[in-house]
């Protein structure tokens, strides 16, 4: 058919401002399927786009445009309408035919195309008939080709379906009428608003791409804050009394109490079943879903569910705890104490968010402090009174409220009663009652000491004891202290926890104490550890005897396994093999009976790699897996690299370690150290310089000597010369790893350690004096000294000293 340029536009609408037509809605229009259905809720600018795209409309097709109104609310009054519209724009119908006869009649005696368009279809036959028309229409599409309807309203229809089945039928809805950010920023110029790409991006975001709110925003004085939340509450109240029903409302403000939902929850809220309900709310545009393994979740867009959270306020102010205590239900269930203190708070239901709080204390410190920061906050002054733990949460909100301080700990922490009891009982031992912050302060550090969060598990410990001298409480003194040397000996600060025990209230741990199962007995466990931990990590002469002395228990408990711990640190380089093979074997059972994925788990799997390092069996230690999120696994890992050479997956390794969050101390040195070996072993020598500086410094700080074992003495002297001060860092109790069983290598001087270094890639004196710009006969006499210091009498001798594999000379490594 030829295009009648000519073609008289319908008489239309005014739309006020400017208009914009996403690419997808054009095309479907453009399209000229014999059906099309435009179905979206008030305010997704169903008028606008027809009245853009009819007034562009070049395809020689004649339009007609009808508004319906309520007049078309029965049958009769929809297809009265019709007919008088046909009248109007000169398709002549027959008087003496009822209306609905008239419109048939005509259209079957069309000569030419015509495109009826029907807005507000919503209107057509509301008040019952509407099925019979759908069927009347779509029977008109399928008999004439040369009749074309175009339909656009707020409720789905059985035209759409019916349609979709027996004739060419495009559909758009709310996803093809939404605004993009580039919608935005070009309408935003087109009424002269700059605006921001960025706030563009938000707006979209915050009303789900919603035209009608969107464009009302535009308007506002302030171009940065768009989203007219009085127009938003406007169009949902409309747009839930355009459905009719109570239970779409009901559906819709008990559900915008959660962030987001599944059908599940949603039927547990609202006590119907989501399907229909859920249909109606994605078909007007409101919710959107994501999709994963576990199914569909539902969420309303930011500023949809605001005006729904505040339409239920005003009208429902009774919904929301309701809400509340359902989803209460709902987390006990799911075994999530965080989210059951978050619901009980909103709920405020004070007795059960006492109860969450003293019952999983520790967990909560450790995997959501933040939840108890808005329950302390939002609590009455009373409630908090009356708790020691939400009045601790208070008083150090700074802490619990600065992520770097208080973070998210990496390993799971379980609320242990038992052992609340039992400090509970020291501190009861010469007063009435315990000192409940005190005790919460102390299962804080406790919690974030096997959480991996060494500093705010100090900090706990060392309040707990600050309280105590305050509050003249030597048993809270003493209990904050022996924690506090522990905490500070785990961490790798030997010199701190070594002050802290030699405090008069702490030294009384030390000290014969009363029957196994006491908390007595418990804060000897505990001070003894740190002891020995200080002696082994200062490479102390008498660190055999500290982990000796060491007070043991049959609970197999963390303390259990700290101990573990230190004997086996000790076994690795002061020990005889056949300790270091029996030590690796108690590690071994301790695995066993570790809380899986803890921290303690990670700790001893950390000291197994060193046993079997020593015990010869490198390749064996790199077979052990890590989960490797936290510097204690990255390592470990480091560790067995380098006892391997794998000196490049050594430095990555360690170098994870160094970058981690909430490293320790430990192994903060330690994979310093192991850095500086394989710096030195991959001939990065500047970098290993750099790197071995840092660890000597972290080395001084805390009192750590232990850690240099990583790597062979020769490297150690190579790095760090004659200086004696340096030199004392050398963990002399104990033989080097790498002759394990052999006496200590003697010091070298500076230039023997060069010497030393170049034979690796050099096999005789001239090679050696070329490499350090030294004459041949200079080079020879240092070589003869590096031989006789050694023991050795050929280079292949000197460089299994080293730990090292000769090489073809003049070849790098």
Not at 45 to 65: E, F, N, P, Q
Not at 362 to 369: A, E, G, H, N, R
């Amino acid at each position: 058919m030829a295009v009648d340029c000519t073609m008289p536009t319908p008489r239309l609408p005014r739309v006020p401002g400017a208009i914009r037509v996403g690419e997808r809605a054009r095309w479907a229009l453009n399209a000229g399927y014999p059906l099309t259905v435009i179905r979206a809720a008030r305010g997704f600018g169903k008028t606008s786009v027809l009245v853009s795209w009819l007034r562009a409309a070049r395809d020689g097709i004649r339009s007609i445009y009808v508004a319906l109104n309520e007049r078309a609310g029965s049958e009769e009054g929809f297809w009265a309408t019709l007919a008088e519209a046909l009248d109007v724009a000169g398709v002549a119908t027959d008087d003496e035919l009822l209306p609905r006869e008239r419109v048939v009649a005509a259209i079957e005696q069309l000569e030419t195309p015509l495109r009826l368009v029907l807005d507000d279809f919503h209107h057509a036959a509301g008040r019952g008939g509407a099925a019979s028309i759908d069927d009347d229409l779509v029977d008109l599409v399928r008999n004439h080709d040369g009749f074309y309807l175009v339909v656009a309203g707020r409720l789905p229809r059985m035209l759409e379906t019916a349609g979709s089945i027996s004739v060419g039928t495009a559909v758009l809805g709310p996803e093809d009428l939404k605004f993009t950010a580039d919608d935005v920023v070009a309408l935003a110029n087109d009424i002269g608003v700059q605006l921001k790409e960025s706030c563009a991006e938000q707006i979209v975001a915050d009303l789900g791409g919603w035209p009608g709110a969107i464009r009302a925003g535009l308007t506002n004085t302030d171009p940065e804050n768009v989203v007219d939340e009085r127009r938003v509450a406007g169009y949902l109240e409309a747009v839930l009394n355009d459905h009719g029903s109570g239970e779409l409302r009901d559906f819709a403000l008990r559900t915008a109490v959660p962030a987001d939902f599944d059908s599940d929850l949603a039927m547990i809220l609202t006590g119907q079943q989501p399907g229909a309900m859920l249909r109606l709310l994605r078909n007007s545009g409101f919710l959107r879903v994501v999709r994963d393994r576990n199914g569909a979740r539902f969420s309303y867009y930011p500023a949809i569910r605001r005006a729904l959270r505040q339409l239920a306020k005003e009208t429902r102010p009774e919904l929301k705890k309701q809400v509340y205590e359902a989803l209460m239900s709902t987390a006990a269930e799911a075994q999530n104490p965080a989210l059951v203190l978050h619901h009980a708070a909103r709920a405020q239901r004070w007795d059960t968010a006492v109860a969450v709080v003293e019952r999983n204390w520790m967990q909560l410190l450790t995997t959501d402090p933040q939840v108890l920061l808005r329950t302390a906050d939002g609590a009455p002054t009373r409630v908090v009174q009356d708790d020691p733990r939400l009045q601790v949460v208070r008083k150090h909100r700074a802490v619990l409220a600065d992520p770097e301080r208080s973070p998210r700990t990496p390993w799971p922490v379980e609320d242990d009663p038992g052992l609340a009891a039992v400090l509970a009982d020291w501190l009861m031992a010469e007063r009435e009652s315990a000192d409940g912050e005190g005790l919460a302060l102390v299962l804080w550090g406790v919690a974030n000491l096997r959480g991996g969060n060494p500093d705010a598990a100090i900090y706990a410990f060392n309040r707990a004891r600050v309280r105590g001298h305050g509050a003249g409480d030597p048993a809270l003194m003493t209990l904050g202290g022996v924690c506090l040397a522990l905490a500070h000996a785990l961490n790798g600060e030997p010199e701190l926890a070594h002050q802290m025990l030699r405090e008069p209230d702490v030294r009384i741990a030390l000290e014969p104490q009363p029957a196994a199962g006491s908390a007595g007995t418990m804060l000897s466990i505990a001070a003894t550890v740190a002891r020995a931990l200080i002696a082994v990590d200062r490479a102390d002469p008498a660190a055999g005897e500290a982990v000796r002395d060491m007070v043991t228990t049959h609970e197999r408990n963390d303390l259990w396994a700290m101990g573990v711990f230190a004997r086996a640190q000790h076994a690795a380089h002061g020990e005889t093999p056949e300790e270091v093979f029996r030590q690796a074997n108690q590690v071994r059972a301790a695995l066993r009976q570790a809380v899986p994925g803890s921290l303690a788990q990670a700790v001893l799997r950390s000291a197994l790699v060193e046993l079997l390092i020593a015990g010869g069996m490198a390749g064996v230690a790199s077979g052990i897996e890590f989960r490797l999120d936290h510097a204690v696994e990255w390592t470990a890992r480091a560790k067995a690299y380098l006892a391997r050479n794998r000196f490049s997956q050594a430095i990555t390794s360690a170098r994870h370690a160094v970058e981690a969050p909430r490293v320790s101390l430990r192994s903060l040195v330690e994979a310093h150290v192991i850095l500086a070996a394989a710096y030195h072993g991959s001939d990065q020598l500047p970098e290993a310089r750099v790197v071995f500086s840092r660890a000597v410094a972290l080395a001084h700080a805390t009192g750590q000597r232990r850690p240099f074992y990583l790597m062979p003495r020769a490297v150690f002297d190579l790095l760090g010369g004659a200086d004696p001060a340096l030199q004392r860092l050398w963990p002399a109790s104990g033989p080097d790893p790498a002759t394990t069983g052999a006496a200590p290598l003697p010091t070298l001087t500076m230039r023997e350690a060069e010497v030393l270094r170049a034979l690796e890639q050099h096999d005789g004196p001239v090679g050696i004096a070329g490499a350090l710009g030294v004459s041949v006969n200079t080079a020879k006499t240092h070589l003869r000294s590096v031989y006789r210091k050694l023991g050795v009498g050929s280079r292949n001798e000197a460089l299994a000293v080293l730990g090292r594999e000769p090489n073809r000379p003049g070849a790098g490594h």
